[in-house]
């Protein structure tokens, strides 16, 4: 089966494909219904999902895994083993995918990874129900780490963090839905949004990690790896916002529907707050229509290059990446696995073309 991974992220597949066997192996223990199992396996890139079509040579679509991979890699960085670490590392990407499948429904996106999303091929309904289930396959996950010999206070610990990030994500994705309708956000406003929905699943990531390697243990050395993930999850959001507007399927695996969509990303409340004030009455009026036409669509492009959004956006994303760098260097971590982390946060950089794409190996 031929799978499509990010070329950014090459060096570091030998660590993806770690995740994506656990991964499988995992899924494939569902066996009944079958056929409601399989959709599962459709949304993850293990199946074509037509048929259940398994000829080989059918092409597999994945998602980056950059949750999952950064809490192995620090894993394995703190205590040299990351298998004790497999169920939680799988959970954390089961609950990011619960969350994608319903993010997919409420937006009504149709195509995710340059394929139909899942509830545009099997219904809505079942789209719910997919995510649902992960999200119990979740938390499952993580009770398995008694299995592999972690005290019940530091699994405990690992639940109560779990369960805080996924309730997070859902005020976030409620501040976001909420956004559309609103005209008058600040930017204050909305990286308190992208701090809940986006950043807060990998801060949760990286201290889950910690904590279990210290097992509970060192609160401040905790603190350290989860402001790491924090960071590297706002660079990563304002990285998606930029190729949400100015991005191509090319690059994002979707048609880029941001702006159809009337997303109040960063670029979009820039200008609102920004643009003359004619610009703006304009960009208020297109938000409040029903519909935006393809004409509307391209205004709004021609009023983000006049307010300078795309500049600004720039500015911020340098800046975070700045930050997650310094983040990381806190930790300490070693220099092998710091190198490794610090090329997710260059994968942001790169693939909104603001720094020069540079070979890396390892």
């Known amino acids: 089966m031929a799978c499509r991974h990010s070329e950014a992220l090459s060096f570091l597949k030998p660590y993806i494909d770690i995740i994506d066997h656990e991964l ?6 569902f066996k009944s219904p079958e056929e409601y199992y399989n959709r599962l396996l459709y949304h993850f890139g293990y199946s074509s999902g ?37 169920p939680m590392i799988l959970g954390i990407e089961l609950l990011h995918n619960a969350s994608l499948i319903h993010d997919d429904i ?6 995710r990874w340059g394929r139909p999303t899942l509830w545009k091929l099997f219904g809505l309904e079942q789209g719910i129900n997919c995510g649902d289930s992960l999200q119990a396959m979740a938390y499952g996950l993580i009770l398995e780490l008694y299995d592999k010999g972690i005290n019940e206070r530091t699994v405990r610990k690992i639940l109560e963090v779990s369960s805080k990030i996924h309730r997070t994500v859902v005020e976030g994705q409620y501040l976001d839905l909420a956004f559309e309708k609103r005209t008058d956000i600040s930017e204050t406003e909305y ?24 097992e509970n243990k060192e609160p401040e050395r905790v603190e350290l790896y989860r402001q790491f993930g924090l960071k590297l999850g706002i660079l990563f959001q304002l990285s998606d ?62 009023i983000l290059e006049e307010s300078g959004a795309y500049q600004a956006s720039e500015v911020w994303v340098k800046r975070y990446y700045q930050e997650t760098l310094e983040a990381l260097e806190n930790t300490k971590i070693s220099d092998f696995f710091r190198e490794k982390l610090s090329g997710i946060a260059d994968y942001c950089i790169r693939r909104v073309k603001l720094m020069p794409v540079l070979e890396k190996s390892g």
């Not at 409420?106 to 195509?111: I, V």
Request: proline share 5%; hydrophobic share 40%.
């Open 24 to 29: 499988l192996s995992f899924l494939k223990r």
């Open 50 to 86: 037509y048929n259940q079509d398994k000829k080989e040579g059918t092409p597999c679509f994945f998602g980056k895994r950059l949750r999952p991979l950064m809490c192995l890699l620090i894993s394995q960085s703190l205590t040299g083993d990351y298998h004790q670490a497999v």
């Open 106 to 111: 409420q937006d009504r996106d149709e195509m």
């Open 191 to 214: 990286f308190d949004m992208i701090e809940r929905k986006t950043a807060a699943p990998y801060a949760g990531a990286a201290e889950c990690a910690a904590i279990l390697a210290y």
């Open 241 to 302: 916002d930029v190729l949400g507007i100015w991005g191509g399927i090319e690059k994002t695996g979707k048609i880029p529907a941001d702006i159809r969509n009337k997303k109040k990303t960063l670029p979009i409340i820039y200008a609102f707050n920004n643009s003359s004030p004619a610009a703006r009455e304009e960009l208020i009026r297109v938000y409040e229509s029903p519909e935006l036409s393809d004409a509307s669509v391209f205004r709004v492009l021609d």
